[in-house]
């Protein structure tokens, strides 16, 4: 059989977008399927007060479409989705694009070589190959609080922000203090009556070196583009000797360390307040945060950090462990999301009739490079298991993913029609020990309790060495970590 379409991807998001364009520059035909009725991904989703990038914007964008007229040195939210729009634009992706269509289940079939996909009316599409980019931030965390089903007010996560709820002179209890949090704590608590802030690890946070963008500097980098891509490696640079201080540098760990406590005690000079806002934990074993105006939303007056465990939740109120009763109108979950699983709402049914989320919940999330996994050949997985960052730019790693794919699919043309490549079971594994090998010595195993470590404890999220390498490493495929299947008899072939 046939397939009606040579690649389906999943997600229009960054990395959905970026491999539409590759694989239309390649003259590879295509079809982008996304959920919801516009691009934009997480930058569509988040839409709470002071949502922004932590990277700034001339490194977070695609290396082959820059924007010269970005307006601060860290974009927020609507900028960033009017980019992705203007990249649609831009390459005319629109016709390639079927929006208000969630694939709810994906199953490989051995006989044909083929994906089959299924979406949430029943429709199916058969496709040579699939690319997944749905990325991780795509399931809120709501943690389980005794007694939440019983509240009487209002309650969202920041994910998805009540934007007809009006805040203005409501008691309101953020729970968490994560990076969402940091940036729509400063913004809502000037028009609330009454902020509790539970928090349950202090964050360290350094301060955000954000400014406007001048006309003048647009107008150079219209006129020079050499110039902007010259400052955007600059800034990639940087980046990458600060991501040092996270893979075992004791000195750059000092330094980070003593900069985000330098920032807490100008910006806190109330000393309780500020034992409640130190961390206890080696810097950057979390995710370091940045921001000028969360630590001075805490001293306001109408705001309190509350460091006790919830105990549980009334129908006006939540208790601490301590007995406190704090009277709420509200609930906002700061909480973020379920990332190190990487799970995703649909099934993806492989080679052998095996679920892949399920074997991840169960066994832990793996995949070769992050980019592929056994079992589900003519696959792969943009911004996948262990291809989160700490110290860098996600694109960067996006762009890396998309090379990689483009050479496997290069690969698979050579092969007789309807084969398919899948990874070794033995080339995964040892990759992935590898990876687990690598994260021993970095600050992520220094012992904290943290989102980017899964059920059994495995750092699942993160690359535990530079950008550099892994874009290096991901040029093209090592053909002998896969097999060539001929369907359907499936006869294994070496890849030459």
């Not at 589900?376 to 730019?393: C, D, E």
């Not at 690969?411 to 490549?421: H, I, M, N, T, V």
């Given at each position: 059989?046939?397939?009606?379409?040579?690649?389906?991807?999943?997600?229009?998001?960054?990395?959905?977008?970026?491999?539409?364009?590759?694989?239309?520059?390649?003259?590879?035909?295509?079809?982008?399927?996304?959920?919801?009725?516009?691009?934009?991904?997480?930058?569509?989703?988040?839409?709470?007060?002071?949502?922004?990038?932590?990277?700034?914007?001339?490194?977070?964008?695609?290396?082959?479409?820059?924007?010269?007229?970005?307006?601060?040195?860290?974009?927020?939210?609507?900028?960033l989705l009017s980019y992705l729009k203007t990249i649609v634009e831009r390459y005319?992706?629109?016709?390639?694009?079927?929006?208000?269509?969630?694939?709810?289940?994906?199953?490989?079939?051995?006989?044909?070589?083929?994906?089959?996909?299924?979406?949430?009316?029943?429709?199916?599409?058969?496709?040579?190959?699939?690319?997944?980019?749905?990325?991780?931030l795509n399931r809120p965390i709501i943690p389980k609080l005794k007694g939440l089903e019983t509240f009487a007010g209002k309650t969202f996560h920041s994910s998805?922000?009540?934007?007809?709820?009006?805040?203005?002179?409501?008691?309101?209890?953020?729970?968490?203090?994560?990076?969402?949090?940091?940036?729509?704590?400063?913004?809502?608590?000037?028009?609330?009556?009454?902020?509790?802030?539970?928090?349950?690890?202090?964050?360290?946070?350094?301060?955000?070196?954000?400014?406007?963008?001048?006309?003048?500097?647009?107008?150079?980098?219209?006129?020079?583009?050499?110039?902007?891509?010259?400052?955007?490696?600059?800034?990639?640079?940087?980046?990458?000797?600060?991501?040092?201080?996270?893979?075992?540098?004791?000195?750059?760990?000092?330094?980070?360390?003593?900069?985000?406590?330098?920032?807490?005690?100008?910006?806190?000079?109330?000393?309780?307040?500020?034992?409640?806002?130190?961390?206890?934990?080696?810097?950057?074993?979390?995710?370091?945060?940045?921001?000028?105006?969360?630590?001075?939303?805490?001293?306001?007056?109408?705001?309190?950090?509350?460091?006790?465990?919830?105990?549980?939740?009334?129908?006006?109120?939540?208790?601490?462990?301590?007995?406190?009763?704090?009277?709420?109108?509200?609930?906002?979950?700061?909480?973020?999301?379920?990332?190190?699983?990487?799970?995703?709402?649909?099934?993806?049914?492989?080679?052998?009739?095996?679920?892949?989320?399920?074997?991840?919940?169960?066994?832990?999330?793996?995949?070769?490079?992050?980019?592929?996994?056994?079992?589900?050949?003519?696959?792969?997985?943009?911004?996948?298991?262990?291809?989160?960052?700490?110290?860098?730019?996600?694109?960067?790693?996006?762009?890396?993913?998309?090379?990689?794919?483009?050479?496997?699919?290069?690969?698979?043309?050579?092969?007789?029609?309807?084969?398919?490549?899948?990874?070794?079971?033995?080339?995964?594994?040892?990759?992935?020990?590898?990876?687990?090998?690598?994260?021993?010595?970095?600050?992520?195993?220094?012992?904290?309790?943290?989102?980017?470590?899964?059920?059994?404890?495995?750092?699942?999220?993160?690359?535990?060495?530079?950008?550099?390498?892994?874009?290096?490493?991901?040029?093209?495929?090592?053909?002998?970590?896969?097999?060539?299947?001929?369907?359907?008899?499936?006869?294994?072939?070496?890849?030459?």
């Amino acid at each position: 059989m046939k397939a009606a379409v040579d690649v389906a991807i999943i997600g229009a998001g960054f990395a959905g977008l970026t491999a539409a364009i590759r694989l239309k520059e390649r003259g590879t035909p295509f079809i982008l399927f996304e959920r919801a009725d516009q691009v934009g991904g997480t930058w569509r989703e988040n839409v709470y007060p002071g949502a922004a990038c932590d990277i700034p914007s001339h490194l977070y964008s695609l290396s082959f479409a820059p924007n010269p007229n970005w307006s601060r040195t860290y974009s927020t939210q609507p900028e960033l989705l009017s980019y992705l729009k203007t990249i649609v634009e831009r390459y005319d992706l629109g016709p390639r694009i079927r929006y208000n269509t969630e694939i709810t289940r994906a199953e490989f079939l051995p006989g044909t070589g083929c994906w089959t996909l299924t979406d949430q009316a029943g429709n199916a599409t058969t496709a040579r190959v699939l690319i997944v980019a749905v990325g991780p931030l795509n399931r809120p965390i709501i943690p389980k609080l005794k007694g939440l089903e019983t509240f009487a007010g209002k309650t969202f996560h920041s994910s998805a922000w009540d934007t007809a709820y009006e805040l203005t002179n409501k008691r309101v209890a953020v729970i968490g203090t994560g990076a969402s949090a940091i940036q729509f704590i400063p913004k809502i608590a000037p028009a609330v009556k009454q902020l509790t802030v539970f928090q349950r690890t202090a964050p360290y946070i350094t301060p955000r070196r954000d400014r406007l963008v001048s006309s003048a500097e647009q107008q150079i980098f219209q006129r020079l583009p050499v110039v902007q891509k010259a400052y955007r490696s600059l800034i990639y640079w940087i980046n990458e000797v600060q991501g040092l201080s996270f893979l075992g540098n004791k000195t750059g760990n000092k330094l980070g360390t003593k900069i985000a406590l330098q920032h807490l005690r100008k910006s806190i000079d109330d000393p309780e307040l500020r034992r409640k806002a130190t961390p206890n934990y080696t810097f950057g074993c979390k995710r370091v945060l940045i921001s000028n105006d969360y630590y001075p939303a805490l001293t306001r007056p109408n705001v309190e950090l509350v460091t006790d465990t919830i105990s549980e939740i009334r129908p006006d109120s939540i208790v601490d462990k301590n007995g406190t009763h704090y009277p709420v109108d509200a609930i906002i979950f700061g909480t973020g999301f379920m990332v190190s699983g990487m799970i995703a709402r649909m099934n993806i049914i492989g080679r052998y009739g095996q679920n892949l989320f399920d074997q991840w919940l169960t066994q832990g999330a793996e995949a070769h490079y992050g980019i592929t996994a056994s079992g589900y050949p003519n696959l792969g997985f943009l911004v996948g298991p262990n291809t989160g960052l700490g110290h860098n730019s996600i694109i960067h790693m996006i762009e890396s993913q998309v090379n990689y794919l483009l050479d496997y699919l290069s690969q698979l043309d050579r092969a007789d029609e309807g084969a398919f490549l899948d990874v070794k079971p033995e080339a995964q594994q040892r990759f992935n020990a590898n990876i687990q090998q690598k994260m021993a010595g970095t600050v992520w195993a220094s012992g904290c309790k943290s989102w980017y470590l899964d059920a059994q404890g495995r750092n699942a999220t993160l690359w535990p060495s530079l950008t550099v390498s892994y874009r290096k490493a991901t040029r093209q495929i090592d053909p002998a970590d896969y097999e060539v299947v001929h369907s359907p008899q499936e006869v294994p072939q070496t890849l030459v």
